[in-house]
């Protein structure tokens, strides 16, 4: 069973920058997909990043491509989501995930998820 746990959310100004990171229990988490998903108020959770277990595959949603960067420590069994150039449509909370499947990018695909941390972007 993977735990998994999100920090570094928080209130920024449109055109910053945040950097997300998430924490795995198990070694074994190496050999996962991690994800990174959002749900902003009242809509559906949806994609964002995807990383392979070693890091060489990387799949993005448009609406970060260029803005966000997807990265894996497997040694510290980190994952992290920085964020540059943040836009109010960005605010959500952002969900860390991970996965034994080949770099998917929808919810059901993924098992495990974090609690989540809430980024609010200010115009």
């Known amino acids: 069973q993977v735990q998994l746990a999100e920090s570094g959310g928080g209130l920024v100004e449109a055109g910053g920058t945040l950097r997300l990171s998430c924490a795995a229990s198990?070694?074994?988490?190496?050999?996962?997909?991690m994800g990174w998903f959002r749900q902003a108020p009242g809509k559906g959770r949806t994609f964002v990043a995807a990383i392979s277990w070693s890091g060489g595959t990387t799949y993005y949603a448009d609406s970060v491509k260029g803005r966000f960067t997807i990265s894996r420590d497997n040694a510290e069994k980190m994952v992290y989501l920085e964020m540059n150039s943040l836009r109010p449509e960005d605010t959500a909370v952002y969900y860390c995930a991970a996965s034994r499947r080949w770099v998917p990018q929808t919810t059901d695909e993924y098992p495990y998820w974090g609690q989540g941390t809430l980024v609010t972007v200010s115009s």
């Open positions: 198990e070694r074994t988490v190496s050999i996962y997909t």
